[in-house]
């Protein structure tokens, strides 16, 4: 497997690709047979069209106006050709078109599945928009060609070798003199090929990084617009789009090209296939009736021949689409252990922990830090100094660069990724409400729960209020085309999923800084009920949450800088009381009274 660019996903050299297609038509093998033999047979029946109009050329040069007759039953003929093959034809490109949807259908699911499964810290290194640019336009190019290019690509070479042999059966020399085009439409495609293919390998990752590009305008719209930095993010827009466009420029002059020596090689052709065919006439050696069969026939390569050549334009698109959606597929799985340890409680311990982001970026930095079962930790800090990487880091999200993560004292790569997920569950303030009922959302989590689980879980969320007054309650449909929630809403349904998932440690990273001062209140009571009895780590963006946990620690840099509970911090006037103060300063007067801290290791 090759990378084309090194911070995108992987993308499968040739013999790999080759390999996932043929893995993945044969369990159509069947059908793409029969579809096969069909369009050979629609092929030879259409060869008799222009072998019965040469015969209707020599009775009519044979016998005039006395051959009004057979001419009729020649026509006839023609008719039941042409019904005949379009049946065959329609038949075989439905075969074709439905192997091709269920081979594409096939790949989608086992690209959706693979990128379901990969490491959060591969999709942010090679950044959202190149997967998401896999999974619709790389998927859109496959389909289309599968539906489409592969069914015209097969007719046409059918149609070139019967033809041929069409031509030879009259007389070797037509066959002969049709071939003079050949080495002209050979190398117009040789030349095609080798300067094609880079370019739409390269149209096709430019597309990717447009892609990206607007994902991180789009997802940081509100940061971008408030740092004044929307017209930074539109330029680097503009100059992905334009090199997209470059490319795809490139790629038309091509194209344009290459069409026109596909012309000259027609020219050429049938002006030798008509200069043999007077040269024969005049000999006796055919009949008008055959040289006028064999330039039909030469005349009916055109559309085949510039399709089959023609349609290497999107075939090596859907190539270079293939390609990247195989790569996809190729990105190295975790070992899953056999038998994994089962964490002994539900203690956290970090032991120098640093992680790299890229080189000479590493945040956070040597952190060591131990969480008692029960234990409620708030992470507090600026922007930047690792809070969510820590977070994720204990999570399991990513891999520690150097030192240790021990859950209940294990290392979530002994535990394995599904064990992992048991064992801590992270909320982020990004929560997706997926298309669906609020049921079937909630059972994400848990897909055996029962109703009575999932009714536990909404009230202790305090969600059972407002889906108890939505016309169809549990099984409104949500998501996109569905009853839109709230932020506070859709947090409440990932909290709820949280209490289903039920596991012992319990991650927030920010879960509830974009819900507002009511909001807050409400997610502030679903969230004690979710961390009741749990081990915690809250990375705060209200400081309230701060004071209510059993113990602060302020990030700087990458680093611990302070650590103590809420009063002893504030007691100590460093940089916690600073961010107490300026927090405070902008506080809304509605919020409510702080609530008092709890005592250390308290549920």
């Known amino acids: 497997m090759t990378t084309g660019h090194d911070p995108l996903l992987p993308v499968a050299d040739t013999a790999t690709t080759r390999r996932a297609a043929l893995r993945l038509l044969r369990p159509h093998r069947a059908r793409t047979l029969w579809a096969v033999l069909l369009l050979a047979a629609s092929t030879a029946i259409g060869l008799a069209g222009p072998l019965i109009l040469g015969r209707m050329v020599d009775e009519v040069v044979r016998h005039g106006g006395d051959a009004l007759g057979r001419l009729h039953l ?124 880079p370019v739409y390998r390269a149209e096709r990752t430019a597309e990717g990084e447009r892609a990206q590009a607007l994902l991180d305008a789009l997802g940081a719209a509100d940061t971008v617009t ?33 069409f026109g020596r596909l012309n000259l090689a027609e020219l050429i052709g049938l002006a030798a296939v008509l200069a043999v065919g007077f040269r024969l006439v005049g000999e006796g050696t055919v009949t008008v009736g055959e040289a006028t069969a064999a330039a039909l026939f030469f005349h009916r390569l055109f559309d085949p021949v510039g399709q089959l050549l023609g349609v290497f334009d999107e075939l090596q698109e859907a190539g270079a689409g293939l390609a990247r959606l195989v790569g996809v597929t190729q990105v190295p799985r975790a070992a899953e252990p056999a038998d994994p340890p089962h ?17 000479g970026l590493t945040v956070p930095r040597e952190v060591s830090l131990t969480v008692a079962p029960g234990e409620r930790v708030a992470l507090v800090g600026t922007t930047g100094a690792g809070k969510s990487t820590l977070a994720r880091l204990i999570a399991g999200g990513y891999e520690p660069s150097a030192g240790t993560v021990r859950l209940g004292g294990v290392e979530p790569r002994e535990l394995g990724t599904a064990a992992t997920r048991r064992t801590v569950a992270l909320v982020t303030q990004e929560v997706h409400v997926f298309a669906g009922t609020i049921a079937d959302d909630l059972r994400l989590a848990v897909p055996g729960a029962d109703d009575a689980a999932l009714e536990r879980a909404l009230r202790a969320v305090g969600a059972h209020t407002w889906i108890g007054a939505l016309p169809d309650g549990r099984d409104t449909v949500v998501g996109a085309g569905g009853h839109p929630l709230t932020a506070p809403q859709a947090q409440q349904l990932a909290l709820a999923r949280v209490l289903l998932l039920d596991p012992p440690i319990v991650v927030l990273d920010e879960a509830t800084a974009d819900a507002g001062s009511a ?79 709890r005592a250390p290791g308290g549920p």
């Open 74 to 197: 020649l026509g006839g003929a023609l008719a039941a050709i042409a019904v005949l093959q379009a049946v065959l034809g329609a038949l075989s490109h439905y075969l074709v078109v439905q192997a091709g949807e269920h081979l594409v259908a096939d790949l989608r699911e086992d690209v959706l599945d693979r990128a379901l499964r990969l490491p959060p810290k591969d999709v942010e290194r090679s950044g959202r928009g190149d997967l998401v640019a896999r999974i619709t336009g790389d998927v859109r190019v496959v389909t289309e060609a599968a539906s489409q290019a592969v069914p015209v690509f097969v007719t046409a070479l059918l149609g070139i070798a019967l033809t041929l042999v069409g031509l030879g059966t009259l007389d070797w020399r037509f066959a002969l003199a049709a071939l003079v085009a050949a080495p002209v439409q050979i190398r117009a495609l040789t030349w095609y090929l080798g300067r094609s293919g």
């Open 226 to 258: 408030a740092m004044r930095r929307g017209p930074r993010h539109l330029d680097a827009i503009a100059d992905r789009s334009l090199l997209a466009v470059s490319h795809s420029l490139r790629a038309t002059r091509l194209r344009t090209r290459f």
């Open 343 to 359: 964490p002994r409680d539900s203690s956290l311990a970090l032991t120098g922990v640093s992680y790299s982001h890229r080189p």
């Open 519 to 597: 909001g807050a209140r409400t997610l502030d009571t679903a969230t004690d009920a979710v961390l009741a009895g749990r081990t915690a780590i809250t990375v705060a963006h209200r400081l309230n949450q701060a004071a209510s946990a059993d113990r602060v620690l302020v990030m700087a840099r990458g680093r611990i800088v302070e650590e103590g509970t809420h009063d002893g911090l504030l007691a100590s006037d460093g940089p916690y009381a600073r961010l107490w103060r300026a927090w405070t300063a902008q506080r809304p007067p509605a919020n409510p009274p702080l609530p008092a801290p």
